[in-house]
């Protein structure tokens, strides 16, 4: 939409109506305006699925792999596509704004949210960032690229003060921003921290370089509930608050304009921005009649979900990263099978996705169990046990153990009380975990209630969970009688992660129980409310001892082990990066009784791996989305190749710290993080950044480097690489720069650009890698501008930040510039591998 015809919107509007649309009309909407056409937007979390306003486990979501799968592809037109599919979950759920990507980095491997955000680098996150931006928004949907800026840890993250000096900022934390914006992508949400002493949604980066040098004509949104101040936010470059509708604008807002506080052109630009967003999205129609409603141009929903299972499925196996593969153990022959070991908490109770808000309630889940079965059927046996119990947190009461007790349908009847405990509303729900019951402004708690029909003799562990006064019977019999007191102001704790209070109660197999959850709705305290309940156990000697025991009968044994939702997730910070309970003693003990022994790691970041040299075979799956057993059995037999390469560094520890002192996180080691901080320390990490192996081999032959290039202008490599191996595959080929000598602070080494190739058995390919004219600049501070030392750079090719078996030199600046060559043609710097 033209400029004038959107001036022409905003002059229709007296100044209540402007502000008026500056604040959320809902938790999850913007206010409509029908007098110029302009409808309500809906938002929703991302980037996990698309959830829609509601959390509801009725509705559910295709659930894609965490943001750290995808960065794993390395693969830019797959992740397009995966935003497409994004896009079309949106319109199905009348969705407008997705709230994702997250395109804060890796700064430590401590980052509770590090699941949600893609890489330690900024070229691989803007790039991986971009390419799901385009795919979203092809589909008509709004991406937001989130959380601007350095919102890379949780701890105290609503108020900490983050201090990077402006070379680091500006190379490292603002880069993958900057490339969603030449992505065009349509909103960007400010972060709750502050920055260099300014909370972002009050901090002048929104307008510069945001706005101002990259020139973003978006609306930025603040994180919700992230501005907390009238004049100061109003002034800055911050356009939408949200959620409403209430808030720090409003009528506060009208009266600091009258004022002359805040500009009146400052509210226009506000306004403007987000009728062009509005535009974009298909929620402006200046032509709609009065009562602003118009025919919906979302598509019908649609059941046949097939081909957007196929796609999670291969992108299951496409960000799959086999870390180690002794005597190619791995794919798993399965003619060669009679009896296969599937062991591990995380094998039949598979994390699909982290914890917080970018959780979606999934279609359906394929377990590590279902795939390896449903793979194997007819050809292998197939026995489990979980061998060891990490999870602390109660499991909320489904479908497969508990009923409504009107109804008799599998579930729990919850009902919304008023304050003299008189019925106001009652539903069918499908879990124990309510997040959000029906919204009535009269109700005073929430009930759950179910028939428990316990499938073992024994102790079992029932709890509650939600702020206020909770309560918890089984049978009339009061377990649990307590006032929770709130003590955070974190929204992801608050609204999604209440505390439990718990009991415990001895129960016959085949006798119902009935359960009874209430708490007390107060101001402030979020309407979540969980019932839940846990079966005896084995106790943890009993429960290895068992998992040895079928491991030392099998031909193979695959053992997933993985972290829990207290350890990965929104609003906490990780305290180590250990695998919890005894997993690390399982993976050791079978592993010594069966030496054909995989090890799948079902996490969203780092963790230690004290045990890697003792099993033949290590493969990390992520997060994976809801295909995740499909998609595991597919690279596990050789279906598909593990394509996927290490996104960040996985190490022994972390080398910096997510606390704050004081409110302050002095991000003190400036340009070093990841592997970039690795490659200056005498000991290497335990896989560097970029690794990763296939089911074949490859040798890096030569690289074609341009002998010079122009300062300011892009440069191509050429890589020819041969496939060794004896079946076909892909390879991620990455390109990286050096300075030894230099006047500049730099890193070591940093990625400069990558490309993949596929080939045949014995093919030779080659590969051109592109190389952007910012990955040869640095940031002056003194200067306030991109600059270009001009000399030699050292081109490092290979594939990892450590493994580059081929290197050339690229001059700037020294001699006139000159096109490269083709390789094979007289090629002016043509280098053999050692």
């Known amino acids: 939409m033209i400029i004038d015809e959107l001036d022409r919107l905003v002059e229709k509007l007296d100044l209540e109506r402007k502000v008026r649309l500056l604040t959320g009309a809902t938790v999850w909407s913007t206010h409509a305006e029908p007098g110029i056409g302009l409808r309500a937007m809906v938002t929703s979390d991302g980037p996990a699925g698309v959830r829609g306003e509601g959390w509801d486990e009725r509705s559910p979501s295709l659930t894609l792999p965490s943001a750290t799968a995808l960065a794993a592809t390395w693969d830019d037109d797959l992740v397009r596509l995966l935003g497409g599919l994004l896009a079309a979950e949106a319109r199905r759920k009348g969705v407008h704004v997705l709230l994702a990507p997250t395109?804060?980095?890796?700064?430590?491997?401590?980052?509770?949210?590090?699941?949600?955000?893609?890489?330690?680098?900024?070229?691989?996150?803007?790039?991986?960032?971009?390419?799901?931006?385009?795919?979203?928004?092809?589909?008509?949907?709004?991406?937001?690229?989130?959380?601007?800026?350095?919102?890379?840890?949780?701890?105290?993250?609503?108020?900490?003060?983050?201090r990077i000096d402006e070379q680091t900022l500006r190379e490292l934390y603002l880069a993958p921003f900057e490339a969603a914006v030449e992505a065009g992508v349509w909103a960007v949400m400010s972060a709750y921290n502050g920055v260099n002493g300014t909370t972002m949604s009050e901090n002048p980066l929104l307008a510069d370089p945001l706005k101002a040098a990259w020139g973003f004509d978006g609306v930025v949104v603040s994180d919700w509930g992230g501005v907390r101040s009238t004049t100061p936010a109003a002034r800055a470059a911050q356009d939408l608050a949200m959620p409403g509708p209430q808030g720090p604008w409003g009528e506060a807002l009208v009266a600091a304009v009258r004022a002359g506080d805040v500009p009146e052109a400052a509210i226009d630009d506000k306004v403007r921005r987000l009728l062009r967003l509005a535009f974009r999205v298909g929620a402006l129609d200046p032509g709609l009649p009065a009562d602003g409603h118009a025919a919906a141009s979302d598509p019908a929903p649609h059941e046949d979900h097939g081909p957007a299972r196929a796609l999670l499925r291969r992108a299951v196996a496409a960000g799959t990263v086999?870390?180690?593969?002794?005597?190619?153990?791995?794919?798993?022959?399965?003619?060669?099978?009679?009896?296969?070991?599937?062991?591990?908490?995380?094998?039949?109770?598979?994390?699909?996705?982290?914890?917080?808000?970018?959780?979606?309630?999934?279609?359906?889940?394929?377990?590590?169990?279902?795939?390896?079965?449903?793979?194997?059927?007819?050809?292998?046996?197939?026995?489990?046990?979980?061998?060891?119990?990490?999870?602390?947190?109660?499991?909320?009461?489904?479908?497969?153990?508990?009923?409504?007790?009107?109804?008799?349908?599998?579930?729990?009847?919850?009902?919304?009380?008023?304050?003299?405990?008189?019925?106001?509303?009652?539903?069918?729900?499908?879990?124990?975990?309510?997040?959000?019951?029906a919204r009535i402004d009269s109700a005073a708690a929430v009930e759950i209630r179910a028939l428990l029909s316990p499938e073992t003799d024994g102790l079992w562990e029932l709890a509650v969970a939600g702020w206020g006064h909770v309560l918890l019977e089984a049978d009339g019999r009061v377990l649990v009688d307590e006032e929770v007191e709130r003590d955070t102001d974190d929204p992801a704790t608050v609204h999604l992660s209440p505390p439990y209070r718990r009991a415990r109660l001895t129960m016959a197999a085949g006798r119902d129980v009935e359960l009874v959850s209430r708490r007390r709705l107060d101001p402030g305290g979020g309407v979540a409310s969980v019932l839940a309940a846990d079966p005896p156990r084995r106790d943890d000697e009993a429960e290895l001892a068992a998992a040895v025991e079928l491991a030392r009968t099998c031909d193979a044994v695959i053992v997933v082990v993985?972290?829990?939702?207290?350890?990965?997730?929104?609003?906490?910070?990780?305290?180590?990066?250990?695998?919890?309970?005894?997993?690390?003693?399982?993976?050791?003990?079978?592993?010594?009784?069966?030496?054909?022994?995989?090890?799948?790691?079902?996490?969203?970041?780092?963790?230690?791996?004290?045990?890697?040299?003792?099993?033949?075979?290590?493969?990390?799956?992520?997060?994976?989305?809801?295909?995740?057993?499909?998609?595991?059995?597919?690279?596990?037999?050789?279906?598909?190749?593990p394509g996927g390469r290490l996104p960040t560094t996985w190490a022994d520890r972390a080398l910096v710290s997510t606390v704050p002192?004081?409110?302050?996180?002095?991000?003190?080691?400036?340009?070093?993080?990841?592997?970039?901080?690795?490659?200056?320390?005498?000991?290497?990490?335990?896989?560097?950044?970029?690794?990763?192996?296939?089911?074949?081999?490859?040798?890096?032959?030569?690289?074609?480097?341009?002998?010079?290039?122009?300062?300011?202008?892009?440069?191509?490599?050429?890589?020819?690489?041969?496939?060794?191996?004896?079946?076909?595959?892909?390879?991620?080929?990455q390109v990286y720069l050096s300075r030894l000598e230099t006047g500049v602070v730099r890193p070591a080494r940093w990625l400069a650009g990558y490309a993949t190739a596929d080939a045949g058995p014995g093919e030779v390919v080659d590969v051109t890698v592109d190389i952007r004219a910012r990955a040869l600049q640095h940031w002056s501070a003194e200067h306030r501008t991109w600059r270009t030392e001009e000399g030699a750079f050292t081109v490092l090719a290979g594939r990892s930040a450590a493994d580059l078996p081929l290197s050339g030199t690229a001059l700037l600046g020294t001699c006139p510039p000159s096109r490269p060559e083709p390789v094979g043609e007289r090629s002016p710097m043509l280098l053999k591998a050692p």
């Open 562 to 641: 993985g972290t829990t939702e207290e350890i990965e997730s929104e609003g906490v910070d990780r305290g180590s990066l250990d695998l919890p309970g005894r997993q690390d003693e399982l993976v050791r003990a079978v592993a010594a009784a069966n030496p054909a022994t995989v090890v799948v790691v079902n996490s969203g970041g780092p963790v230690l791996l004290p045990w890697r040299e003792e099993v033949p075979a290590v493969l990390l799956s992520w997060f994976p989305g809801q295909e995740a057993g499909h998609g595991l059995a597919d690279v596990l037999f050789g279906r598909a190749e």
């Open 103 to 162: 395109l804060n980095l890796h700064r430590s491997p401590l980052g509770g949210r590090h699941f949600e955000c893609y890489s330690e680098d900024p070229l691989l996150t803007g790039r991986i960032g971009a390419a799901c931006i385009r795919g979203v928004q092809a589909g008509g949907v709004a991406a937001t690229a989130k959380h601007y800026v350095a919102n890379d840890s949780e701890t105290e993250r609503l108020t900490l003060d983050a």
């Open 322 to 437: 086999l870390l180690r593969n002794e005597d190619s153990l791995l794919p798993l022959d399965p003619s060669r099978l009679r009896r296969v070991a599937v062991l591990g908490p995380n094998a039949a109770a598979v994390r699909i996705q982290g914890g917080g808000s970018a959780g979606v309630y999934p279609l359906s889940v394929s377990t590590p169990l279902d795939g390896i079965r449903d793979a194997l059927s007819g050809t292998a046996e197939v026995v489990h046990c979980s061998g060891a119990h990490p999870r602390d947190r109660p499991t909320p009461l489904g479908t497969d153990n508990a009923r409504n007790p009107l109804t008799g349908e599998p579930g729990v009847l919850v009902r919304l009380l008023d304050a003299d405990g008189a019925e106001i509303h009652a539903e069918h729900r499908l879990t124990g975990r309510i997040l959000e019951p």
């Open 661 to 733: 002192t004081g409110g302050t996180l002095a991000y003190a080691e400036g340009l070093d993080i990841g592997y970039r901080a690795w490659l200056r320390r005498p000991e290497p990490p335990a896989y560097w950044f970029g690794h990763g192996l296939g089911y074949t081999s490859w040798s890096y032959e030569s690289l074609s480097v341009p002998p010079d290039a122009a300062p300011g202008e892009p440069l191509s490599v050429r890589v020819r690489l041969r496939n060794t191996g004896g079946r076909a595959g892909r390879e991620v080929v």
